[in-house]
Each structure stands twice: as structure tokens, then as C-alpha cells.
């Protein structure tokens, strides 16, 4: 099969690619800012709250999360994962961290952007933004960070109640107070910092236009629930860190999200699938491994198509903020609802992991997925914990397979496509079969 | 009040080895026992209400089976070992469980817990990760959040008084506790790593103020006795990951070492910080667990230079000072650092911690194991020539 051929298997929509360049541009803009003495940020995803304070009070941001995804895709991941190896951090620990923490060793060795760096590199920061949501790692790496960068660290909190605790009286409001009060703190810490004083109406501004920008993108997603399905994964792998890392301006990531959201409109009215013959349509958790993309091409000759992904990375379901005065508070209400929104329907089924797990099979009813491709992430508890729960509540409540493939986010050594095609062959049976049992059930696909 | 019988060290032996047989005891006469999970759940307000604390502990030398259905083997050993008991019907004498936001894989396993074991009970405590205002406030909330439920459960109220009883009855296991780890400050220590890790274990299976009798016994009974540990050269101290199973410090105590110290969270980390009576109980309580409680889950912020900088150095100060001061106080030649495969917050510890350790001059070695006995052993020969390093 020749690459040309690999390509072809899956129509990229050609929205998708200035979005993309966004991404791209980001790391270009941070080091173009550095040079100009303006402040940079090395940031966690924190959604939203943390990115529009920075934004406001112009802040260049990078994530290095993302640029741990580049450096894999790039081939430049192994050398840092082993100058963290050898600095003596654990290597069962997060890929993306290892990768960072052995980025910035080399940079402080050299006393600059090492030169090897893909897309320019990340330039040293003046502070570290990091976030308490979902796991250790994403306050302990850039904690870690300190022996190797004199950057400030601030950890953004995020609360994270259980199903049942998040239904009782006041619980939703001392945790968007607790959200409010914290993006309160991190403001006093950045203006001390940059000796400046935050813009609030700027920050109103921005605030909107983020809350509308996701808002679009929500509704991208909604049109995949058309057969064929006309965005495949990969094009959302590529447009999610548009929202996701508030790679620019809000106002303009809206304007590509709505070009977007055209360009798949069409595609639904026309009935024009993302890949030539959708056979089986699949969900994705968690996230895919970088460095082998084009794995998904040769699923895609298949018949495969993948229709909707983890629910950690898409945007929250649209809630009305109109009500909402105060910018603090709509945009940690947003968060809020990114974290919440599918607590109520949980809940009512009595499932009490309200995120991660529970998401999946709302998504694949909605998308009504013939199976589920589980990617257990080697170095990374997070993307991983929820998987058998996943795997155990899709087939026990909807008779859905999944279809499980170890791998890692960075370590290419942990993933093995050619295994995976090989698992991928038999998974088209169990998908047929489990599609006569779903009739049996009375199920809608 | 403790069973007839033994007494001291022997009771604590007794405990050790079958840790569920005094709670099930008091079950039968009627009282209700709650598990627990790390020591982040607010203890106080279980025992205010006569409920019976019962730490939820692993067990390494039971092959983790069923486990694997729903917690995948890339996460901490300790805690599949525990949802593994739990799912094997170990823990079905519990009639609730309360677990915190100690670290990511606990705050997941609270919610699988409810999912495949669905207790009478279950409360989750979600503590906030860093100690700034906003998040003691709402520590506050949580801790109302959990009195509701308590209440709802035992159909009883939680009053100030009864709270401010419970803590004192805490604190005085706490300056017990204090009292016992002082008797390791002599050369030799008067009692071993292995008989404290016992007792230790042995508090996590009790009602409070049994535990502070069989403390009394135990502290007693050290400072008569004549047979204690022998005098050795290398005095440890031991950091990290939980310990529940005395398999780790045996090893090392027999060969050739005294483990003097520890600063794990079924040793002095759980114990060494008292709570404060406040005009509200639930202040001192919240100021304790999230900001009094030293362990590598809760982010400290550094004080930064005139120039808006970070030290590296004083930023160690401030995470790891007080291990320096554990070390002097108990007179610590060398350090083990040890932490279960996938434990992610003591596992981003390790090269800031050793910058530490070799800062103060201290030697230290790191050991990463999979808590299991068997696995155990290849690390007898790293610790062997790190004692030899130290001398």
C-alpha cells in the first residue's frame, strides 16, 4: 500500500487545517514574544479560566502538553524522554511530562531553545500554570519543573465531586465560589507578577467570545452523529487544541469553528462520509498515540470510522450564562460544565462516575457506535483508570465491544500497529455479532 | 477497651495479623464501622458519631485477581490490592466507606468502589490539591458536605461538642503516637521499625480510644522491657509511598539496619499534626487535613525572590525541611526513599528530593517496587550495599 493510497483513505476536511496552523502558530508567537521581553507562560490545560486571564492580561501561552505531542510526532520525543530517564524521574510516569522535564534540562544545559526543538521550541517562561484537574501529574510535573526553570508556579484548582455529592443543596455553588475565589487568586499573582493591573473589560470580551467559541465547536461535534459520519477523528484530534489550549484570539478560532461546522453541514445534507465506505463506526478513548497516526488510515480502508472520541476533550454541552454577570463566573460555570454536564444523566441511572466514564455511553448511544476503541496509555493513569469500566458498562448496558490496544501518547515503543491490525481483523466480527444482539434488544443501531 | 487477653505488643501482634477481628466484634454488639481510605477523610467526625473508623488497607501477599476487572494494571498496586479485597468480600463487613481526594487513582477508585460494591454508605471528600485560601474555604464546605450525610446516615446530630470531644480523643492518640516515636530517638531505639509499623496498623483497626489504651500498654511495656532492638550502625529513615505490611522494613531491619523513622501515611505523616480546637470544630479541622498534613498530594507554594524568581533550593527547604529535621531529631545516617511502580506523587518527589537529601549531606537511596512480598526480594541487594555505603 503505497502512502498516497494511506492518505486518501480519510477525507481531511480543509477547515480543519488553519485551525491546525493556529496550534502551529502558537509556538511561533510565544518565542517571537520572549525575544520581545514580553511575559510567556508554560501552561496546563486548565479549561478556560486560567487562558483567558493569561489572555487578557497578554500572556503568550504554550502547553507543553501539546508540544509533547508534537515532539512525538516529530521524532524528537525519544532524546528528552531519556535525559528524564537519566535525571532519575521514574519512567512509568506520564510520556508528555518525561518529555518536558527532559526538554527543559537540555534547554537549561545549553541556555536556550535546544536546537533540535520542532516548530521553533517552547522559550523559557516566566511562569508555569498548572492545574489540579484530573490528575497528579499535571501540578507535579511543572512542580518538578523547578529544577531546571526559576519560573513562578501557580496551580489553578478545580473541584471534582463525586455523582451524588454534586446533587446536594449548595454543593454547586461553594464550588463555583471555590472556582470564582482561586481565578480570583491566580489575577492578585499576575498582577503582582507583571506588575499590571487585569483589563475587566477586556476580560469580559473574552470571556464571551470564549464561551461562543465553544459553543461552535459543540456544535461540530453534534453533526457527527450523521451517517456516514463526516468528520473523522483525526480531523478532530486536529481542531480540538484550537479550544482546547486557546491557541488565539477566541473571536477568530469561533470564525474557523463556524467555517468548520459549514464544511460538515454540507457534508451531512450531501451525505458524504469521511472515509470512502463507513462499515463500522467506532469511539476513541483515550488519546491516540502521535506517533503513528496513519494507522487510522489502513482502519479506515477497513471501513472504519471514527465518529466521536473521549469526552475529556470536547467542549462542555452549551449552557445558558446570559444570566451570569460577573465574567469570573461565567467562565467557571463554563468549566463547571465542562466537568458536570453529565452528572444529572448519571445520576438517573445511578452510574457514579459522572465524567470519563459515564460520558462513553451517552456518546456511543448518541453516535451509535458498533464498538469502541480502548487505548490504554502505559505512562498515563489518568486516560487509563475509567477504561474497564468503560469497557465493562458499554457491554453490559448496550452490548457494545471494545476492542482493547495498549500503547503510549510519546513512547513509540509501547504501540504496535501491526499487532493492532491484527486485533482490529477479528474486532469486525464481534462488531457484527453484537449488532444482531443490539436488534434482539431493541436497541436503536 | 481492649479485649481480654493480651496486652501490649502482643495485642498489637494479635491485631496485625488479623486486623478485622476486633471491629466485626463490636459489629456484632451493635456499633456501625466505617471504612476509610489514606488519611485524608476526617476521622473526628466518623467517631463523633460512634461510628467506628476502619482504615481500608492491602494485603501483599494476596495475588490481585479480581481486581483486574476494573482497575487496569498501570495504577498504584496498593490501592488494586485494596479494591481487589474489596470486590473478594474482605471489606463486607463495612456498613459505609468514606474515601478523599488523596491522589488521582483514590478520588477514581471512590467512584468505582460505589460502582461494583455498592455501600450502605459512601461519602467522597474531594480535598483540594493546593493550600490557598479559596481552597481552605472550600475544604470547610466539604467538611459540611460530609457532617450532612453523616447525619443523614446515622440519623443523629453532629454537635460542636461532640466534634470538639472526638478531637480531643484524636489528639491524644496523635501526642501518644509522638510519645511512642520518641522511644526510636535513643541508639539503640528502644522499639523496632517493624514492631511501630505493627502498631501503626494496628490503630487503623481500632476505635480510638482502644487504640489509646493499647498505646499506653505498648509505650509502657518498650520502656521496661530489656530485649529491644540491638545496636546497629546505620539508623533509617524510610519516605514514601504507603507501608502497610512490615515485609519492607523486616528486610531491612535484618540486615543490619535500624529503621529509626518513617515519613509514610500509616506512620508519622498521619499522626504528627494535631488539630487545633477552634470556636468551629470544622475550622481546625480543615485547617489540619489539608494544610497541617504533610505528604507530596497537596501542592505548597514557594516563596519567591525579590525578583519574582524561584530558589530551587528554598523551594526544597520548604517541601522537604522537615524530613532535614527528622533526620537530625532521630539521628538518621541514611535515607530510603521508597514508592510504588505508578505512583505518580511520590514518583515526581524522587530527583527534587534527592537534590535535598545530598544538599544536607545526607546519603539515600531510591527503591521502586510493585507491593507484593515476592518482588521484594531483589531489593534485599540494593539495600545491603547502600548500608555498606553508609556504614
Known sequence: MTDEKKKRAISRLKTMYPLRALIDGMYEQAVEASKDGKPVAWCMVNWWGGDVILRTMDVAAVYPEDYSAVCAAFGAAPAYLARSDSDGFPTHMCGYARNCLGYAAQMKDLGEIPPEAPMGGMPKPTLLLSSGFFCDTRYKWFQALGRYLDAPLWVLEMPHPGVKESRMEGVREHNINFLVEELREFIAFLEHLLGKKMDWDRLEEIVDDTIEMNRVWHQVNELRKARPCPMHSRDFWSSMPASLYMAADPKVTTDLYQKMYDEVKYMVDNHIGAIPEEKYRLAFAELPPWHSLGFFNQLAERGWNFVVESWAYHPPKPIDLSKVSNPLERIANLTYQYFSGYFEDAFKVGDWWGYFAHPYLEFVKEYQCDGIFLHPLLTCRTATNHLLVVQDQLMRKLKVPSLVVEGDIVDLKLFDPADALRKAETFEETMSHYRTVRKEMGLAW | ?391
Request: proline share 5%.
Open chain 2, 1 to 391: 477497651m481492649t479485649e481480654a487477653g493480651s496486652q501490649g505488643l502482643s495485642r498489637v501482634k494479635e491485631i496485625y495479623q488479623d486486623r478485622s477481628h476486633r471491629v466485626k466484634a463490636l459489629k456484632a454488639e451493635g456499633k456501625q464501622v466505617i471504612g476509610y481510605y489514606d488519611i485524608y477523610p476526617v476521622l473526628e467526625m466518623l467517631t463523633a458519631l460512634d461510628l467506628v473508623p476502619y482504615r481500608l488497607l492491602g494485603d501483599m501477599s494476596e495475588p490481585i485477581t479480581k481486581a483486574d476487572t476494573c482497575l487496569p494494571t498501570v495504577v498504584c498496586p496498593f490501592i488494586r490490592s485494596v479494591m481487589d479485597l474489596g470486590l473478594k468480600g474482605k471489606y463486607d463487613f463495612l456498613d459505609g466507606v468514606v474515601m478523599a481526594h488523596a491522589c488521582e487513582v483514590a478520588e477514581k477508585t471512590a467512584h468505582i468502589w460505589r460502582i461494583y460494591l455498592t455501600p450502605a454508605y459512601a461519602h467522597f471528600i474531594d480535598t483540594p490539591h493546593t493550600t490557598h485560601a479559596a481552597a481552605q474555604k472550600q475544604h470547610k464546605e466539604l467538611l459540611k458536605d460530609f457532617k450532612k450525610t453523616l447525619e443523614s446516615f446515622t440519623g443523629k446530630e453532629l454537635s460542636a461538642e461532640r466534634l470538639e470531644q472526638a478531637i480531643r480523643v484524636h489528639n491524644q492518640q496523635r501526642t501518644l503516637v509522638r510519645e511512642l516515636y520518641e522511644l526510636r530517638k535513643p541508639d539503640p531505639p528502644l522499639v523496632s521499625g517493624v514492631e511501630t509499623l505493627q502498631v501503626m496498623v494496628a490503630l487503623t483497626s481500632l476505635p480510638v480510644e482502644e487504640g489509646n489504651e493499647l498505646l499506653r500498654q505498648v509505650i509502657s511495656e518498650v520502656k521496661q522491657r530489656k530485649d529491644g532492638p540491638s545496636l546497629r550502625p546505620a539508623r533509617l529513615l524510610i519516605w514514601g509511598s504507603v507501608i502497610d505490611n512490615i515485609a519492607l522494613i523486616d528486610m531491612i531491619e535484618n540486615i543490619g539496619a535500624n529503621v529509626v523513622m518513617d515519613d509514610t501515611s500509616v506512620g508519622s505523616r498521619a499522626y504528627f499534626s494535631q488539630v487545633e480546637l477552634t470556636e468551629d470544630p470544622l475550622d481546625g479541622l480543615a485547617y489540619r487535613y489539608l494544610v497541617e498534613l504533610k505528604a507530596p498530594r497537596t501542592f505548597r507554594e514557594t516563596v519567591l525572590s525579590e525578583t519574582g524568581k524561584k530558589d530551587y533550593m528554598t523551594d526544597l527547604e520548604n517541601r522537604f525541611g522537615y524530613l532535614g529535621d527528622y533526620a537530625k531529631e532521630w539521628n538518621v545516617n541514611g535515607i530510603i526513599l521508597q514508592a510504588m511502580r505508578y505512583c505518580d506523587i511520590h514518583g515526581y518527589e524522587v530527583p527534587g528530593l534527592k537534590d535535598y537529601l545530598g544538599n544536607i549531606g545526607l546519603p539515600n537511596i531510591y527503591l521502586e517496587h510493585d507491593y507484593s512480598e515476592a518482588a521484594l526480594a531483589p531489593l534485599r541487594t540494593r539495600v545491603q550495599a547502600f548500608l555498606e555505603v553508609i556504614g
